[in-house]
């Protein structure tokens, strides 16, 4: 496509649910990250992939997160038993290459009640 | 660590002023180092780079930056300020050659131009 696609654009979950997040980067796009931001917050990096590799997930806050990316393309990031504080928008970005500008999608907008 | 910072929260200016938003970086090794802008309920849009060469880049909307490595910081500027140029612009630094790629954001500075 066009740009980073991420879906669904909200998603409003019960407590203690699993829910699953899905970014589609810029076709030949080889890095891909997600990043969080909460209301009125800055960006929270959660975890970047090389290929399909993951060398850096420092950012994921609990062992509830979880994130995969299959064929180099399109990742999923998993957060299981959702807290009320796991709301934020969660946003997927990737770019040409390591070194390249990203570019970003318009986000999940994630509200845990 | 590695980190990036954005020491103001909001900068005024009216429409037609020189506008400055501050950031400074602190990173191991050569960085690469870029702008975003968020305009509300939107994502963040590229504005800007710098990876090597030429200190004074320019990018999207008629913003510069320019690239100081003595005082370690990225400045985005911009000429004459437009009310619609109001919006939350993000600093942002990648270490050149790290062990990761991941790109750094600042906590974002809100750009206010009154007409």
């Known amino acids: 496509g066009a740009g980073v696609s991420q879906s669904p654009s909200n998603k409003v979950t019960e407590k203690g649910k699993d829910v699953e997040l899905r970014c589609d980067p810029i076709?030949?796009?080889?890095?891909l990250y997600w990043y969080r931001q909460s209301l009125g917050q800055g960006l929270e990096f959660l975890i970047y992939?090389?290929?399909?590799?993951?060398?850096?997930k420092s950012g994921l806050p609990s062992d509830r997160f979880s994130a995969e990316r299959t064929g180099g393309s399109v990742s999923t990031l998993t957060i299981q038993r959702t807290q009320q504080e796991d709301s934020a928008v969660y946003l997927c970005?990737?770019?040409?290459?390591?070194?390249?500008?990203?570019?970003f999608g318009q986000g999940t907008r994630l509200t845990v009640v | 660590a590695q980190s990036v910072a954005q020491p103001e929260d909001q900068v005024n200016v009216a429409e037609g002023n020189p506008l400055t938003v501050k950031c400074t970086y602190s990173?191991?090794?050569?960085?690469?180092l870029f702008w975003y802008v968020q305009y509300p309920n939107r994502g963040l849009q590229f504005l800007l780079k710098?990876?090597?060469?030429?200190?004074l880049v320019k990018g999207s909307y008629g913003f510069e930056a320019e690239f100081n490595k003595s005082q370690t910081s990225f400045h985005l500027k911009k000429p004459s300020a437009l009310v619609s140029d109001s919006a939350l612009y993000f600093c942002?630094?990648?270490?050149?050659?790290?062990?990761?790629?991941?790109?750094?954001f600042g906590t974002g500075t809100l750009l206010a131009v009154q007409p």
């Open positions: 942002a630094v990648r270490p050149y050659g790290g062990a990761t790629n991941k790109l750094i």
């Open positions: 990173v191991s090794g050569n960085p690469y």
């Open positions: 992939f090389q290929g399909n590799s993951a060398p850096d």
């Open positions: 970005a990737s770019s040409l290459e390591s070194g390249g500008e990203a570019f």
């Open positions: 076709s030949g796009h080889t890095a």
């Open positions: 710098y990876i090597t060469g030429d200190n």
